[in-house]
C-alpha cells in the first residue's frame, strides 16, 4: 500500500470538496464566453458563491437537441423522439424550448448548489464505497455505477438542474428503444453501445468534451493507492462507456496519470508540466506564465492574463484544449487552491466541468502542504454537504487503495 492511510483519506477527502467548490463557484458564469459579462452580471468578478441569473448573456439553450447530442434535432437525420422532459429532465422540457431564448442553463440552482455532472459524480463515489468493491477497475464496479446514474436521472425530482449536456442525452436517447435497469443489463448495453460508437467513422464529436472528467473522478480518488495502471485503468474503462470518442481515453489517461501521482503526494507543478508537454501546449503556457508573474499575485493584471491563456488555450469544452486551460491554471495555483478555484470561475467559457478537474487536483494537492479549502465554502456547498460526508464515512479503512490490503 502507498502513502500513509491518513493522508490518502485526507488527500481524498480535498479533492471532493474543492471539486464540488470549483463547480458551484462557477456555475452562475458557466458557458459565459464574454468575460466582461460575469463583472457586468455580478458587479465584479465571482468571489464567492452565487445563484445564477435568469437570463444568460450567451445562452443556445434552445438551440440544443432534446433528443440526443449536439444542436437542434434536425442536424442528427432521423427524427428521434425527445429524451428531454420525458426521460431526464422531467419538468425542464419548457425552458429548452423558451421564445424568451437567453434561459440560462443552471436555472433552479441556488447558491452553493452543484450542477448535475458533479452530482453524477458525487453519487458515483457513494455508489462506489457502498459497494465495498475489491477493485474499482473491475467491471462490477462500473455496472454499479451505470445502475444509480440511470436510476438518478430517470427519476422525476432527484435534482434541479436545468441542462443535460450532450453525452446524457445521447446515452438516454440509445437507452430509451430497450430500457435496460439493472446493473448486468446497463453494462451489457453500454459496452456494446461503446464497441458500436468507438468503431464509428464518424465519431460524435460532442462526445470529446472535458465534461467526461467528473464521473471518473471517483474511479481514479478511490484507487489512490493501487497502482497507476490500476488507477488509469479504472477512469478510462468507464468513460468508454459515458463518452465513446476515439480521442477520449488518452486525454482520461494523461489526467487519471495526473490526479493518481498527486493522491499520493507528488508535485501538481510537475505533474501540470508533465502533462502540458504531452499536450503540445507546454511552450506557450510557459510564455503566459511569465507574462502573468510581472504582476503582484491577486491583482487583477494577472487575472487578466490568466483569462487570455485560458481564451487561447481552450474556453470551449473540447477535451484537449480544456484540459490544456485546466492545467495551465493548475500550474499557475499549485499551492493555492482557493485562489485557483476562483481564477477558473473568472475565466469563463467551459469552467465548471474544467473547474471541477481542477478542483480535484489542487485540492488533492492542497491536502499534502496545509492548504485546505476553507471550512465556510464546505458550509456552504449544500450538495456536497449533503453527500461528501456520507461517503468519507462509508470509506472502509483500505478505500482509497482500490484494492484490499
Known amino acids: 500500500m502507498k502513502g500513509d492511510m491518513s493522508q490518502v483519506r485526507q488527500s481524498v477527502s480535498e479533492a471532493l470538496w474543492a471539486m464540488c467548490a470549483a ?62 422532459g420525458t426521460v431526464i429532465l422531467h419538468d425542464k422540457l419548457e425552458l429548452w424550448r423558451s421564445s424568451k431564448g437567453s434561459v440560462h442553463y443552471h436555472q433552479g440552482l441556488r447558491a452553493g448548489d452543484n450542477t448535475l455532472n458533479i452530482l453524477c459524480s458525487l453519487r458515483a463515489a457513494r455508489t462506489l464505497v457502498r459497494g465495498g468493491f475489491a477493485d474499482v477497475s473491475k467491471p462490477d464496479a462500473r455496472a454499479a455505477v451505470l445502475s444509480d446514474y440511470v436510476r438518478f436521472l430517470t427519476t422525476p425530482g432527484t435534482h434541479n438542474d436545468t441542462y443535460a449536456e450532450s453525452f446524457h442525452r445521447s446515452f438516454f436517447s440509445d437507452w430509451q428503444e430497450t430500457r435496460p435497469t439493472s446493473p448486468q443489463q446497463l453494462l451489457t448495453f453500454a459496452m456494446k453501445r461503446s464497441k458500436h460508437k468507438l468503431s464509428s467513422s464518424l465519431p460524435d464529436n460532442q462526445l470529446d468534451a472535458i465534461g467526461c472528467l467528473p464521473m471518473v473522478l471517483p474511479f481514479i480518488l478511490l484507487s489512490a493507492s493501487a497502482s497507476e495502471e490500476q488507477a488509469v485503468s479504472a477512469a478510462v474503462e468507464f468513460v468508454k462507456l459515458t463518452h465513446p470518442h476515439p480521442r477520449v481515453p488518452e486525454y482520461v489517461s494523461i ?146 487503495t482500490g484494492t484490499v490490503a
Not at 470551449?316 to 478555484?341: D, N, Q, V, W
Not at 465554502?377 to 482509497?400: H, N, T, Y
Open 23 to 84: 463547480d458551484s463557484m462557477s456555475m452562475p458564469v458557466h458557458w459565459y464566453y464574454d468575460i466582461q459579462d460575469i463583472s457586468r452580471d455580478f458587479g465584479g468578478w465571482i468571489s464567492g458563491f452565487s445563484a445564477p441569473r435568469d437570463r444568460h448573456p450567451s445562452s443556445i439553450l434552445t438551440l440544443s437537441n432534446t433528443a440526443g447530442s449536439g444542436r437542434t434535432a434536425w442536424a442528427c437525420g432521423a427524427r428521434r423522439p425527445d429524451v428531454v
Open 255 to 400: 489526467y487519471s496519470q495526473a490526479l493518481h501521482a498527486v493522491l499520493g503526494g507528488a508535485s501538481v507543478r510537475q505533474q501540470a508540466e508533465h502533462a502540458l508537454r504531452r499536450l503540445d501546449a507546454w511552450e506557450i503556457c510557459q510564455s503566459y506564465s511569465h507574462k502573468a508573474a510581472r504582476f503582484p499575485v491577486s491583482s487583477e493584471e494577472r487575472l487578466k492574463v490568466h483569462q487570455s491563456a485560458v481564451n487561447h488555450l481552450g474556453l470551449a469544452c473540447y477535451t484537449k484544449g480544456a484540459l490544456s486551460s485546466m492545467f495551465y491554471l493548475a500550474r499557475e495555483f499549485h499551492e493555492r487552491p482557493t485562489a485557483g478555484i476562483l481564477a477558473n470561475a473568472n475565466c469563463g467559457g467551459e469552467n465548471c466541468n474544467r473547474g471541477a478537474a481542477l478542483g480535484a487536483l489542487l485540492g488533492a494537492g492542497g491536502s499534502h502542504i496545509g492548504a485546505f479549502i476553507p471550512q465556510e465554502w464546505k458550509d456552504e456547498l449544500r450538495d456536497a454537504r449533503e453527500l461528501v460526508p456520507d461517503i468519507l464515512k462509508e470509506m472502509s479503512p483500505e478505500e482509497g
